[in-house]
């Protein structure tokens, strides 16, 4: 028998388990102390929940979020789980109901603060409350090197001694290896299985472009996902207000958040996100911390963010119930310069660090590599030499110049011509054959590379003195920044290899091509060749209503694969209904019925079974 499996189906409605999800399980169930990294939608909660539900007593959880702790806690109610969190903003009544069930050995999972769960009377009262396993989530949170630390992380080092006979399992999304170093020891976790999973997101579909036109960029990506959630990101908080402004007037549900918003109006235009009473939150990067919605399904950068960090960060909220959803980046040189200002003006930004951090982010955007290979090999990951099927490069969005050969050779023909003496402004001017004073004082009217590439603007020339810098074939030298060559470059100085050259112009967003199959390799691939969109539309109003008579998030009810593999199956009984992925047993008893009419109904609408 296979008692994980079981829960899964029974109160989930999974058929298989995610990569790595298992091996964690088992870790709890072996009482091993385990550190478990995961990507953002790698189904992390699930490694403790199941667990907890297949052993005697109650998990403890430590979670750094009041939102969060609610969200999950009412997942799991809503699935038939007994689970409570403790949190500061529980009245009297609450509490003692929540103790109540403690005592009575009834709960299955407990969420805490990590400020109470170091109160040495609480630790002390958990000790007699029959405790299965200690789980910190938001792990990195206990490291100075990971991006959200918190100092009360660092006090949960008493847990290990506190519970010896208990083991304790950690959880996080951030993979960098001092992170998890800093997680083990600061924890103390004893001789802990570490598991780390690939951080690759197949479903996410990343493209980069040239920000020509922001307003119609953005609202071209809009339109191929009406009704779908989505998250804008600009650089400044007026860029945010006058992006949002302007969406609105052209009728899209489009609310803002930054920093210079107060408190509440903040937590309600995310209440509104999550909700789905808003399509688009248009943010700062202050918004994303605490956001717990499955199925956003598109990410877009009005500007270039300043690390990759920040990017594959903001990116990863796209489509964490991992059903495909498009990450498009729209970049100008002057967001590099901007950022570059920006840290230069503020030391906190961490000088050196944070240039190269940017510079590596300016290389990500101008390359024209596969950009889920560059990601993942960003963060140290080894990838497959494959085509990824989801990117801009790899679906041959991009395309280079036909003569990209003969543009880079004349380009490396005036580096060479310039010897060293000059970067890429003053030889873009040479190439395009410039009357400038000082190109002619200094009779560089005469090189023979002079104006070799006058049939071109100055901007494109000099674009492209860039992406030949970024594809490694030329290199900025010295404090003036001064070009050279690279061996890469004389081989293709030799005709031997060919540069991949884009005009400043790229092409349209091609986001409506049709949808790829929901990206996840094993299981779960919905077949959408029977998918009804209008029926999904019809579920998700179902669902936004159900949502709000009981007081929860959408997603609580069901998430978008559910939703999505109903409108694929369209189920009629509540024996189909019990197949569909993410229904399990309890769902299907408390809102099976409604689905199945609203299904019913629609199907006999559209005349056919
Ligand atoms: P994380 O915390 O790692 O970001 P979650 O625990 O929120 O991920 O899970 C992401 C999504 O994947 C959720 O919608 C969850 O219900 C779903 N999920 C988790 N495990 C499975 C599974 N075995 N099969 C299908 N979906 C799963
Ligand atoms: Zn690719």
Redesign the pocket.
Same mark, same amino acid.
């Given at each position: 028998m296979d008692l994980l499996g079981d829960i899964?189906k029974q109160y989930?409605g999974? =058929?298989?388990?995610?990569p790595l &999800?298992r091996e964690a399980m088992q870790c709890a169930l072996d009482r091993h102390d385990s550190l478990v990294v995961?990507?953002?939608?790698?189904?992390?909660?699930?490694c403790f929940q199941a667990p907890a539900l297949a052993m005697d007593g109650m998990a403890v959880v430590v979670s750094p979020l009041l939102s969060l702790m609610k969200d999950q806690v009412d997942a799991l109610r809503t699935n038939g789980i007994s689970a409570a969190k403790i949190d500061s903003t529980m009245n009297a009544r609450e509490r003692t109901a929540v103790h109540q069930a403690i005592q009575e050995r009834s709960l299955k999972l407990l969420y805490v603060s990590p400020e109470r769960m170091v109160q040495p009377a609480f630790i002390e009262y958990l000790k007699k409350a029959g405790v299965s396993f200690l789980v910190v989530d938001e792990a990195h949170c206990i490291s100075h090197w990971g991006h959200d630390f918190r100092p009360e992380y660092r006090l949960l080092k008493q847990l290990r001694e506190a519970f010896p006979g208990i083991s304790m399992h950690a959880?996080t999304?951030t993979a960098t290896g001092h992170v998890r170093a800093d997680i083990v020891q600061e924890l103390g976790l004893r001789d802990a299985s570490v598991l780390i999973g690939s951080f690759d997101r197949p479903n996410l579909r990343y493209r980069v472009q040239k920000r020509t036109d922001l307003f119609r960029q953005v609202r071209e990506i809009i339109d191929a996902h009406p009704g779908e959630s989505g998250i804008i990101y600009c650089i400044r908080r007026d860029d945010v207000d006058g992006l949002c402004a302007k969406l609105t007037q052209a009728g899209y549900k489009a609310l803002p958040y930054h920093a210079g918003m107060d408190e509440a109006d903040r937590k309600k235009n995310q209440e509104a996100f999550t909700n789905e009473t808003t399509d688009i939150v248009v943010a700062t990067v202050a918004f994303g911390m605490g956001i =717990?919605k499955?199925n956003v399904r598109y990410v877009i950068h009005g500007a270039m963010p300043k690390s990759v960090e920040h990017y594959q960060q903001e990116t990863g909220r796209a489509g964490? =119930?991992?059903l495909e959803a498009d990450c498009i980046l729209l970049y100008s040189y002057a967001d590099f310069q901007l950022w570059r200002s920006i840290i230069e003006k503020n030391e906190s930004e961490g000088g050196d660090v944070a240039l190269n951090k940017l510079e590596d982010m300016a290389r990500y955007c101008d390359q024209l590599s596969c950009r889920h290979k560059s990601l993942v090999e960003y963060f140290g990951e080894p990838f497959p030499e494959r085509s990824c099927g989801a990117c801009d490069v790899c679906l041959g969005d991009i395309d280079s110049r036909a003569d990209a050969q003969q543009i880079g050779r004349s380009i490396l023909a005036a580096v060479l011509d310039l010897d060293h003496m000059a970067g890429p402004s003053y030889t873009t001017l040479v190439l395009t054959g410039s009357r400038e004073e000082r190109i002619l004082s200094k009779k560089h009217n005469h090189l023979p590379s002079y104006g070799l590439l006058d049939a071109h603007d100055a901007r494109s020339v000099r674009d492209w003195v860039e992406q030949l810098v970024r594809q490694g074939y030329l290199e900025k030298l010295g404090e003036y920044n001064v070009l050279g060559l690279t061996s890469k470059g004389l081989s293709l100085n030799r005709g031997e290899e060919t540069p991949l050259l884009t005009d400043r112009e790229s092409p349209r967003a091609r986001v409506s091509e049709p949808r790829r199959k929901a990206a996840s390799k094993k299981? &779960?691939s919905v077949d959408l060749s029977t998918f009804d969109p209008a029926l999904f539309q019809v579920l998700r109003q179902v669902r936004r209503e159900k949502a709000a008579e009981l007081g929860v998030p959408p997603?609580v009810i069901f998430?978008d694969?559910a939703l999505r593999d109903m409108s694929c199956r369209k189920p009629l009984d509540r024996a189909a209904l019990l197949d569909v &992925?993410?229904v399990g047993q309890k769902k299907c008893d408390a809102f099976g019925d409604e689905f199945l009419e609203a299904i019913q109904l629609h199907c006999e609408g559209a005349g056919s079974p």
């Open positions: 899964l989930w999974y =058929d298989r388990f995610l &999800q995961l990507p953002t939608g790698g189904g992390k909660s699930l959880f999304a =717990d499955s964490r =119930d991992r299981g &779960q997603f998430g694969v &992925q993410g």
